[in-house]
């Protein structure tokens, strides 16, 4: 495999959102641009090593941004969610009665569910394609139909690395607070995608 | 090994039922203005010829500042007819129109797809529309999309037949016309496509030009209506309401902005995190902690996904794969943030990729009883959380922007025939609306005092929304303290914004009942006036 490290870093260079990334923590921007190249050389390469690279780097990524960013509110409520709670804890009272009137029930409603549904919510948090691609911005849009050219060679042709490392992404995300680190964690797929894609239509039209 | 097929087939359509028609007369709580809309106009026409305003047979039904699609109010006539004027009769069309979209989705996906798994895909695709949020949910109000959507895959259906049997194009096409006058995404889908159909099996097609340029006529003759007023205004406003096209595009060209806000808000119906997470619980959505689809559906989204690019072979797989983006073209012309009703088709297509994901995660499985058991499991839990997100939470939690305490009023104000009653409607245009069509009043009478209080052409792009109501004893419309604090044997009716507790002493009212939400807070109140004696 001939691998083109300058048109790979350029199209990793060309997704404006790892700029935002450098301007709020600069060692994880440039841990995301050496993970995004090993993730690469990870999908294309038979060599064990940059797979073990790879998630040697998440798990350093993960470490940091548990750290920097996990969501507090995961294992306690607001004011406005207590006062959803309490709320709620009257109407299950009279909709379902002696199902919901038990101390297994309230556990269940009151303190896990409250639970589950933020760990939810983050898990999805990031996996919204508008922040991952910065399609606020108009350059952006040049990217978007090599994401998703990308995106479904990614699923139609899938590779180990690649899926693990979505789903570690995605449970870390669950703990993380919505909005950053989230985020950066599945800018490396978002790379891969594109320059995937990139390379898929290229060499369709030269075909 | 057929009746095993049918009968899994028809234990899925009775749980659609379930889902669909069990209390549906009161679970959403209240009848929304849209709602009481389309059932007070289909009373009228049913009964008068004519709506709430006096047009006969309109081809758009004028309605609180906008226009509603006429396909729902049309058909809504009969089962008003047969079950009275009530929450039921309203929503029963949508409801039995989301039990036909389970239908048609196990005998579209089996005339589509050629595969040895076809009846088990059709089954599971079936499965996942019947117990989507999303279906579910838009089939049990009164949804003009719901319909706009049942008639959209009727005619694909219809559609996949022709091509073995030509003359159904003829069908087809007028199946699709009739779509295009059920909701406004419709309009834009079946425009695209007609044409995209014709050009995908054009080969076969071609053979027949007679019977394709029939039902190209027969679906031109179908937009007639929509020609007729398509300089009125009325055509275009819903889509002025919503649309980004006139948004200022800052330091942007206009058509770079355009673009660019078509792809952000593609991409926003494309992201996972709207599909299979709670986005909100505003009222487009579905309800509390939940979203479109189950979380867990994600996972055979993607297997779905994998499945249909490796195992499904053909034109079916292609098609499907066009059919895609084309649904999300009317959502992605609007601006709000996510508003599934406008990509009901497009869900139903999500919907499809994770029957086919479930099958390949049971075959993937060498204990198959054990999946299905699995699978078993995960459905009652998504049933049962369903169940206590929309049956209980999303009841207690919305019912007071749906006019839930004003259908209760109906009822009080039956004790008060002998005094004139006033509504304050500063914070609800529909009220005038309810009481008309739960008392069934004489759309006659209706007609004549809403009439005259148009300030434009029936057909407009100005539709004003200050409407009074007198609906015999009662009048609703905003309060007037000048006048209203004055006027002998007349009860006030309102919530607390309306009639504050400054203003009773003030102007000397007696309280003389209360009408109470779904979790017994008071939400309006009835007083009796009291008229001073410096009144004039």
């Known amino acids: ?207 | 090994m057929i009746n095993v097929r049918f009968l899994i087939l028809f234990s899925v359509v009775f749980l659609s039922v379930l889902l669909r028609f069990y209390r549906l007369e009161d679970v959403p709580a209240g009848f929304h203005q849209d709602e009481v809309s389309q059932a007070y106009n289909a009373f009228s026409i049913i009964t008068s010829g004519h709506d709430r305003y006096g047009e006969y047979f309109p081809i758009l039904f004028r309605s609180f500042g906008s226009y509603q699609p006429p396909v729902y109010t049309y058909l809504s006539g009969i089962p008003i007819l047969v079950f009275g004027n009530t929450v039921f009769a309203a929503r029963f069309l949508s409801a039995l129109a989301g039990v036909g979209l389970v239908v048609l989705t196990y005998f579209i996906v089996t005339t589509l797809i050629e595969s040895k798994y076809k009846y088990q895909i059709g089954v599971l695709s079936a499965f996942a529309v019947a117990i989507s949020p999303w279906a579910i949910h838009f089939s049990r109000r009164v949804v003009e999309g719901n319909v706009g959507l049942f008639f959209f895959m009727l005619a694909l259906y219809i559609f996949l037949l022709s091509l073995k049997k030509q003359k159904l194009f003829i069908f087809a096409a007028l199946t699709l016309g009739i779509s295009t006058h059920a909701y406004y995404s419709e309009r834009v889908i079946a425009v695209l496509f007609l044409p995209l159909f014709l050009f995908f099996f054009r080969k076969h097609f071609l053979k027949y030009k007679k019977i394709v340029s029939v039902g190209l006529v027969i679906f031109a003759i179908s937009q007639i209506p929509h020609i007729w007023i398509l300089t009125s205004g009325a055509f275009a406003r819903r889509f002025d309401q919503v649309s980004y096209f006139n948004n200022d595009p800052g330091d942007l060209p206009k058509i770079l902005y355009i673009t660019r806000e078509f792809i952000r808000h593609f991409f926003i119906y494309i992201s996972p995190k709207n599909l299979f997470a709670d986005t909100g619980s505003e009222l487009a959505r579905v309800s509390p902690n939940l979203g479109v689809f189950y979380s867990w559906f994600f996972l055979p989204f993607v297997v779905g996904i994998y499945y249909l690019s490796k195992k499904i072979q053909g034109n079916a797989r292609r098609f499907i794969w066009v059919l895609l983006p084309l649904f999300l073209v009317p959502a992605s012309l609007t601006g709000d943030v996510f508003y599934p009703l406008r990509t009901l088709e497009y869900l139903w297509i999500v919907s499809l990729f994770v029957g086919i994901g479930i099958l390949a995660l049971l075959n993937f499985f060498k204990r198959k009883r054990y999946a299905l058991l699995f699978l078993g499991f995960l459905t009652f839990y998504s049933l049962f959380s369903f169940y206590i997100s929309y049956f209980i939470l999303f009841q207690y939690e919305t019912s007071e922007y749906v006019g839930a305490s004003y259908i209760k009023l109906v009822d009080e104000l039956n004790n008060y025939k002998d005094k004139h009653i006033v509504i304050d409607s500063g914070r609800d245009f529909a009220i005038g609306a309810r009481i008309a069509y739960f008392n069934a009043y004489d759309p006659n009478k209706l007609a004549k005092s809403l009439r005259s209080q148009l300030k434009s052409d029936y057909y407009s792009s100005d539709v004003n929304l200050d409407e009074v109501y007198y609906i015999d004893n009662i009048e609703v419309r905003p309060t007037i303290w000048i006048k209203d604090r004055c006027a002998k044997d007349t009860i006030l009716i309102g919530d607390t914004l309306a009639i504050s507790e400054e203003q009773v002493k003030e102007h000397n009212l007696i309280k003389v009942f209360e009408v109470e939400t779904i979790d017994m807070d008071v939400v309006l109140r009835g007083y009796a006036t009291n008229p001073p004696s410096n009144c004039k």
């Open chain 1, 1 to 207: 495999m001939n691998f083109k490290f300058v048109p790979v870093l350029g199209v990793f260079a060309a997704n404006l959102f790892i700029y935002g990334v450098f301007g709020k923590d600069p060692v994880i921007g440039l841990i995301l641009m050496v993970e995004s190249l090993l993730l690469y050389l990870s999908f294309f390469s038979k060599n064990s090593l940059p797979k073990t690279l790879v998630f040697l780097l998440l798990a350093l990524l993960v470490i940091i941004s548990v750290k920097k960013g996990f969501d507090g509110n995961l294992f306690k409520n607001t004011f406005l969610e207590e006062y959803t709670i309490f709320k709620r804890h009257e109407y299950l009272a009279q909709g379902i009665g002696k199902i919901y009137r038990n101390r297994v029930a309230i556990f269940y409603f009151n303190e896990l569910t409250p639970i589950l549904s933020k760990f939810s919510r983050n898990l999805f948090a990031s996996l919204d394609i508008n922040y991952l691609l910065n399609l606020e911005n108009i350059f952006s849009l040049l990217f978007t139909l090599p994401f998703v050219v990308g995106i479904y060679s990614l699923i139609s042709e899938p590779k180990r690395a690649v899926i693990l490392y979505f789903l570690v992404a995605f449970l870390a995300s669950g703990f993380l607070a919505q909005g950053s680190y989230g985020l950066y964690l599945f800018l490396p797929l978002v790379n891969l995608a594109v320059y995937l894609g990139l390379d898929r239509m290229i060499a369709f039209v030269r075909r």
